[in-house]
């Protein structure tokens, strides 16, 4: 799909369809004083009980060869760059449902700046239009050309279509590679995905084998991948966006390819979509493409750490003790607390030989996450204040937002066993999520650090504003975000 800017008036618009975004406010001027002849002929027309401007109403009207599709977005005191987002999105979902494949989007909407609406009108509209189509066998709708029409002459409107776009895009990227057949999207996928972003974008890359992870002692990843075919991965992409620079962020995702839940097996409504485990680790590849394709002046390390954690006759066993690479000793209280392990050799490695200034992992890490906060907010905690409140910031101005649950040392304290260093599984039932954090924090020595779990944010269980069912891409936007603004 081409997506491009288109500068001029309404009424420039002679043919096609138009769609137009319009307040309760607007809507009751419109009928009371239209001021211009194009004005006056969109307010004749349209039915006052069907549209009010109110959110999620929807109208067409016609003019000569012009389809005016009216779409309203609420009172004006609640407009805010999401409520575009989801309006936009709404306009790609009917366009596709009504086989209107190329059409100009007028961008004047109150309340809000013109770079905030190219920008949320942009994003909604190329995630409103993603479907993960590629195992169907009926006729494909895709949208074609979408202008965005603005009447400004302020410059930089052009860039932000063009830096949404390679944002949304990577975020559809990782949209298809969560979606993916588990048995397609294996740890091997991940690694040819990683040396095919380093190609492309001239990225250093380092892959631990198997072979590498059991010279190196990295224990717990392999554990969890003994039970499986396929063989387990640390893939490590350097962007220098900055080299005069000595800040370095380190992203670490979480890449379980499939979640069985090992020997501890997952129940039949909890497995079903546990193909999707490795979000995380998709996450981190979206956003080192989208940060190279945008040129950003930061300095970024990308860490894949994955498995596939199957069962098998070699599968680890609850009970068993595996040595880390950091040399401490972990108790397996539950094979199903997995992601844990693969983070913790990757934590590890990355702060002892890479050594970034500040890292970030992003993980679907627990059920626990969706029982606290469901699926509109992902859990946060970390050792560093300030990252905290930045990726906040940045959640809330991309709407792909973030909660800090704590991270005492009572709760660090629970992370024991009576047979080895650590379990790890601790504490009961009791504040899981919080407790998954709390094991990985023994695994980060010195460096400033945050943990995303975004087991609830990354998939949907039903339609949602700009996404469909499934996939979300969760992280993309929220992690440029913040590189652009920290």
Known sequence: MKLSLKRGQISSIKQGDLFVILSEEQIKNLRNKPKTFLETQIASKIPKKQFEGKSSQKVQITSDKLRFHLFGIGKESEINRESVRKVAGSISNYSLANQIQEFTVNSEVPKISNFHTVESITEGILLGQYRFDKYKTGPKIKLKQVSILTNSKENGLDKIIKESTIICDSTNYVRDLQTENADVATPLYLEKQAKDIAKKHKLKIKVLDEKILKKLGAGLILAVGKGSKYPPRIIILEYKGNPHSKETLAIVGKGITFDSGGINLKPTGYIETM?????????????????????????????????????GSEAYKPGDVFKSFSGKTVEIGNTDAEGRLVLADALTYIEKNLKPTKIIDIATLTGAVI????????????????????????????????WELPLYKDYISEVKSDTADFNNINYGRSAGCIMGAAFLSKFVEKTPWTHLDIAGTSWLDKPRDYYQKGATGFGVRLLIEYLKNN
Do not use: P
């Open 371 to 402: 029982v606290a906060l469901g699926d509109y907010v992902a859990g946060m905690s970390g050792t560093d204040s300030k990252m905290i409140s930045a990726l906040k910031e940045a959640g809330e101005n991309t709407h792909e937002r973030v």
């Open 275 to 311: 193909k999707t485990d490795m979000s995380g680790a998709a996450t981190v590849l979206g956003t080192i493409q989208a940060a190279a394709q945008l040129k950003l002046k930061k300095n970024l390390i990308a860490v894949v750490s994955t498995a596939e954690n199957a069962i």
